[in-house]
């Protein structure tokens, strides 16, 4: 059965490094989504991604953020500068359709900021 | 905020009993999905309602939906252990260009 990858599996890292996190979704999938959880806390949006472009982001995903689709198959997370509060659980997701399609989830990279 | 909030957060039950858990949310939509994260893992899709429906099954799942009141309910008759997860109800944003998940139940199911 497809499912979607996620790359690594956890990750620690100091204060102020670059982290890109990296996910291969469902190959004819077409829409792509982040997520994060921060342990025992709820799932929370941070920005969908459809033809090349970002569709739409929430408050969390700010100018430290950023997502790339660098290839056919690949779709990256990158936190610039990180701050201890990024510590979490980051979930990629892709669907094949707009509004309705079940997401199909990877298993997570955790990032831990020291 | 568009999330939804489930009730309760926290429900503990021995197996093969029923679970039934709650979603409350504030927009319009035009569907709801469940999904279930077993403790440290994604989150897996259960099952989607659409706006027109009232009432879905899939297994041992049953979901209902009320448009007037905006809640949804997800029913897991004859609990097994291995349904012990957190579940959680997601409806799609203003644009569709995103989901928004609710704040989950905590099922625990004692063998």
């Known amino acids: 059965e497809p499912e979607v990858t996620q790359t690594p599996s956890h990750q620690v890292t100091q204060m102020g490094q670059e982290v890109i996190l990296r996910c291969v979704p469902i190959?004819?999938?077409?829409?792509f989504y982040w997520y994060r959880q921060i342990l025992g806390q709820k799932v929370e949006f941070l920005v969908s991604f459809y033809n090349n472009e970002i569709s739409e982001k929430s408050e969390i995903f700010d100018d430290q953020f950023s997502v790339e689709r660098p290839d056919g198959s690949n779709f990256t997370l990158k936190i610039r500068s990180t701050k201890l509060e990024d510590s979490a659980m980051y979930f990629c997701?892709?669907?094949?359709?707009w509004g309705t399609g079940e997401l199909f989830f990877g298993e997570g990279s955790r990032l831990t900021v020291l | 905020s568009q999330q939804g909030e489930e009730d309760p957060q926290a429900l503990s039950i021995q197996e093969g009993e029923n679970a039934t858990m709650n979603c409350s949310y504030k927009t319009s939509i035009n569907n709801l999905q469940w999904y279930r994260q077993n403790s440290g893992r994604g989150l897996v899709h259960l099952i989607l309602?659409?706006?027109?429906?009232r009432e879905k099954h899939s297994g041992r799942l049953r979901v209902t939906l009320d448009t007037s009141k905006k809640s949804s309910s997800l029913l897991i008759t004859a609990s097994r252990a291995a349904d012990t997860a957190s579940y959680f109800c997601?409806?799609?944003?203003?644009?569709?260009?995103?989901?928004?998940f609710g704040t989950g139940t905590s099922l625990t199911v004692i063998p």
């Open positions: 190959s004819n999938h077409l829409y």
């Open positions: 309602i659409r706006s027109n429906e």
């Open positions: 997601a409806t799609p944003g203003d644009t569709g260009n995103q989901f928004y």
């Open positions: 997701a892709s669907s094949d359709r």
